[in-house]
């Protein structure tokens, strides 16, 4: 099996993403949580009373993302032992809130497992990644560029010279035609109309 090159991540973009995505989605909890709520606590009570749920979704989510991230960048791999380092961080996050050892433990390998394992079985809930093969963006991009390339030459002679495509020497065939035909002479350098 051919050794693949690993390509560094942008861990602070990552991280960005994740916060956001999962701050939303901790809004949107939040949002259930105020709404379920036996007294009325209003629209503010999204962030007083319930805020905590953004904060953790967020903090949570964007520890993953960053964990996972530098850990790939540091080991220059990329395989579950990255996700499963994330969830724990992660998950450990989630069992800071109760305040207790064994549940900051238990909440990090828990979030561990899950993560690994769904990131061992390629990253997707049917798995098609693990199936196919994975393909990075960036080195099929360049796949793409690669063998759609056409040569400058071949798209002049398809479809033709105008429209802002000119090859070299337009200018000489376009004055010897101009000639040709109308019997014009036509300056090869433009003239300004104009002088500054």
């Known amino acids: 099996m051919a050794e693949s090159t690993y390509r560094p991540r942008d861990a602070i973009a990552s991280t960005t993403n994740a916060v956001l995505l999962n701050g939303a989605a901790g809004v949107l909890i939040s949002g259930v949580q105020n709404t ?4 009325n606590r209003g629209l503010f009570g999204l962030f007083t009373k319930t805020g905590g749920t953004i904060a953790m979704f967020a903090a949570v989510g964007g520890t993953y993302a960053f964990i996972k991230d530098a850990s790939a960048n540091l080991r220059e791999t990329d395989d579950p032992w990255n996700a499963a380092l994330g969830g724990f961080f992660g998950g450990a996050l989630l069992g800071i809130r109760t305040g207790r050892i064994p549940y900051v433990l238990g909440f990090g390998a828990g979030l561990a497992t899950l993560l690994a394992s769904f990131d061992a079985g390629g990253n997707h809930w049917r798995g098609y990644k693990w199936r196919e093969g ?3 963006d960036v080195a099929r991009r360049e796949a793409i560029r690669s063998t759609r390339r056409r040569a400058y030459e071949e798209t002049i002679e398809e479809i033709g010279e105008g429209r802002g495509i000119y090859g070299p020497g337009y200018a000489e065939r376009r004055a010897a035609r101009l000639k040709e035909k109308y019997g ?4 090869l350098e433009h003239e300004k109309p104009y002088a500054y």
Do not use: G, R, S, T
């Open 36 to 39: 379920l709520a036996k007294e």
């Open 134 to 136: 994975y393909v990075d």
């Open 184 to 187: 014009i002479e036509v300056p």
